[in-house]
């Protein structure tokens, strides 16, 4: 089993809806993050959470929210979902702490077109 | 803005060649990470090098750190068709500032290896 799972995989959408994007991860990690890609944009943080009770905005955070549910749950929600929002969505985990890297473990990824 | 931003946005080599990717970045590192993205997958991380480190290797991949220029290359050598992928650099920011623990990536480069 994956050790950072998303789900759903792939979603297509209707501009209005309300979407969430689910992680779950088994790694055991603290810190978790949301990032989308865009064809020739590389990858963009949304959100982070450094522990349960950590939320943080990332660099395009507009549009979206995030709840940490568990150390290992963390979900990213659309309230009104809009075309520009046609993207991959990763997730990634890291472990904190004196020593550790900062290296990021990344789910396969959830593909979301929005119409 | 981002972190990491690689050159060449795209490389195209035959197999057997070597390919050298290089990745410039804007502040004061804890370390800086590569990561390789198959198409629409996960990234999975490569290697790491620290910022007291000036060149690392990992089986045919070499990393360069030039900090003073803040600037790193990523060298595949004796490249195969499996290597054709995108990759993607991406900084640590050293503790005690606002981005620490935050990776941030670059547009990355995409390479195609031909048979």
């Known amino acids: 089993d994956a050790d950072v799972t998303q789900t759903p995989r792939n979603r297509i959408t209707k501009t209005g809806k309300r979407i969430m994007l689910e992680c779950s991860q088994t790694?055991?990690?603290?810190?978790m993050y949301w990032y989308r890609q865009d064809p020739g944009l590389g990858l963009r943080l949304i959100y982070y959470s450094f522990d349960v009770k950590d939320i943080n905005k990332g660099e395009i955070s507009d549009g979206y929210s995030v709840s940490r549910q568990a150390q290992a749950k963390f979900s990213l929600s659309l309230e009104s979902a809009i075309p520009n929002q046609t993207a991959l969505y990763f997730c990634?985990?890291?472990?904190?702490?004196?020593?550790?890297?900062?290296?990021?473990?990344f789910g396969e990824g959830s593909r979301l077109t929005v119409l | 803005s981002q972190q990491g931003e690689e050159d060449p946005q795209a490389l195209s080599i035959q197999e057997g060649e070597n390919a050298t990717m290089n990745c410039s970045y804007k502040?004061?590192?804890?370390?800086l990470q590569w990561y390789r993205q198959n198409s629409g997958r996960g990234l999975v991380h490569l290697i790491l090098i620290r910022s007291n480190e000036r060149e690392k290797h990992s089986g045919r991949l070499r990393v360069t750190l030039d900090t003073s220029k803040k600037s790193s290359s990523l060298l595949i050598t004796a490249s195969r068709a499996a290597d054709t992928a995108s990759y993607f650099c991406?900084?640590?920011?050293?503790?005690?500032?606002?981005?620490?623990?935050?990776?941030?990536f670059g547009q990355g480069t995409i390479l195609t290896v031909h048979p």
């Open positions: 790694k055991g990690h603290d810190r």
């Open positions: 990634a985990t890291s472990l904190s702490g004196t020593g550790n890297t900062g290296e990021l473990f």
């Open positions: 502040t004061s590192i804890n370390n």
């Open positions: 991406a900084a640590v920011p050293r503790a005690g500032g606002t981005s620490y623990g935050k990776l941030t």
